[in-house]
């Protein structure tokens, strides 16, 4: 088979997800045959892929899984990139009947833990790092001071996230949760960072930016910053999970430290502006699949992202 010939399928393309690894793969390598597909038919990712999929929803694991296995038999896939967590949930949970494509997703203990921020927290305290104050919520008991947050133990970005303020308005929403934590709020929000480490499973590589968010949970600005507490950190993380491929650390600093509040088992909203500041982890994903030696040569020592909203146009007629 040659090689720049191989087919990509990449999902969730009508996230700024899906679009930022189809605009790395596109640097890596103009002639992968890149295949995307989403469950919404004006998916805004359609433009950067040659053949587009609408998918079913994944919790019709059933019509999900006849989907899937169609493409990849009738376009010959080759790689895979699952981007939502429900699609990383449905590859984990089907690795086995799916051999004869390289999906990019990481161990299963990893997906697990990192996936339920109960878990996270948890992970975090075995392995003797920093974690916030966090408690189911139907074990909590008054243990955190007003203002905390209640956060779902599954799910991406801040979705459900809810700030409590007072006891009336905690017992009035621990009614109607259920699958919560509360957590504590950890250091300031003019003062959290996204990180990423890819370890290979014997060289490990991270990024730090200090970001703010904008356009609804997504990194609307992120500074490259050199911080080796905060690399040392996503170290720590990484050889404590045995990580073999890539994993997003979100913290804030506080005055004992830093904080590290999530652990994404996915890309990120950041990972095409960490490709362009050279840190390349779609393209090492692939590199270490290869067999091929992964260099980290940083093209930046400083310098700012900020998000841009743009339009893509359907249907057009005159």
């Not at 830093?258 to 990120?268: A, G, K, L, T």
Request: aromatic share 14%; proline share 3%.
């Amino acid at each position: 088979m040659i090689v720049n010939k191989w087919k990509v399928l990449v999902t969730g393309i009508g996230g700024d997800i899906g679009q930022s690894v189809l605009k790395c793969l596109k640097d890596i390598n103009c002639n992968y045959h890149l295949i995307g597909c989403d469950v919404d038919s004006f998916a805004a990712g359609r433009e950067l892929v040659e053949k587009f999929y609408q998918a079913p929803l994944v919790k019709d694991s059933e019509r999900y899984f006849d989907f899937v296995t169609k493409i990849f038999d009738e376009e010959d896939i080759v790689y895979v990139f699952p981007i939502t967590e429900v699609e990383i949930e449905f590859f984990d949970k089907y690795r086995d009947y799916f051999k004869n494509v390289t999906v990019f997703i990481n161990k299963h203990d990893i997906i697990v833990t990192f996936l339920d921020k109960h878990e996270t927290v948890e992970f975090l305290k075995c392995n003797n790092l920093a974690y916030p104050k966090t408690y189911l919520i139907e074990n909590y008991d008054n243990e955190l001071e007003y203002p905390f947050l209640l956060k779902p133990r599954k799910g991406c970005g801040s979705k459900g996230l809810l700030v409590v303020n007072d006891a009336e308005e905690f017992n009035y929403l621990r009614e109607r949760t259920k699958n919560y934590i509360v957590q504590e709020i950890a250091g300031a929000e003019d003062e959290e960072y996204t990180a990423t480490v890819f370890s290979t499973g014997k060289q490990i590589h991270s990024i730090v930016f200090k970001r703010s968010l904008g356009y609804g949970s997504l990194s609307k600005v992120a500074q490259l910053i050199q911080d080796e507490q905060i690399q040392t950190l996503a170290g720590e993380i990484a050889i404590a999970a045995s990580l073999e491929g890539s994993l997003n650390i979100q913290c804030r600093k506080t005055d004992s430290g830093y904080i590290p509040f999530e652990v994404n088992p996915r890309f990120s909203s950041t990972v095409y502006t960490r490709h362009f500041f050279g840190f390349q982890d779609v393209k090492w994903w692939l590199d270490l699949k290869e067999g091929k030696t992964i260099e980290y040569v940083p093209k930046y020592r400083e310098g700012t992202a900020v998000r841009t909203i743009g339009e893509t146009f359907f249907d057009l007629r005159s």
